[in-house]
């Protein structure tokens, strides 16, 4: 009971944080590679290795929103999923709250989960 309603809150707070970065809402979604410790994204600018980044996460389908400060460990020039070129950017997460890193572990497990459920039922569904 008491984790539901501290769910609850944690919903509340993230679409609390929607409405105050709204323009969040109106960028496309972004596929990025997550992990508890950082995360890599392609990106049509070039960031400098060692750089500091401020990073606004909106993680869907939840609308969980975080404020997350990260340095860049690398930037590697590579073709962007649509053929135009960009860069991959690998980066490491710095001053995260615990809270947010439960957050962002509750939120990759679900993915997984829900990764793994397709990848069932595609096969069950092949397989008939």
């Given amino acids: ?9 944690v919903d509340l707070l993230g679409r609390a944080f929607l409405f105050q970065f709204s323009d969040l809402s109106e960028l496309p979604a972004r596929a990025v590679n997550l992990s508890a410790a950082g ?21 869907l389908p939840s609308y969980t929103g975080l404020l997350i400060y990260a340095d860049v460990v690398a930037c590697e020039v590579e ?41 069932r039922e595609e096969r069950d569904g092949n397989g008939q």
Avoid: N, W
């Fill in 39 to 59: 995360m890599a994204f392609f990106t049509q600018e070039p960031v400098e290795p060692g750089a500091v980044l401020e990073l606004r996460l909106l993680l």
């Fill in 79 to 119: 073709p962007m999923e649509d053929g135009s070129g960009g860069y991959h950017v690998r980066v490491d997460f710095s001053h995260l709250r615990e809270c947010d890193r439960d957050v962002l572990i509750r939120h990759i497990l679900q993915r997984q989960g829900q990764m793994l459920q397709r990848m």
């Fill in 1 to 9: 009971r008491y984790l539901k309603s501290l769910d609850r809150k």
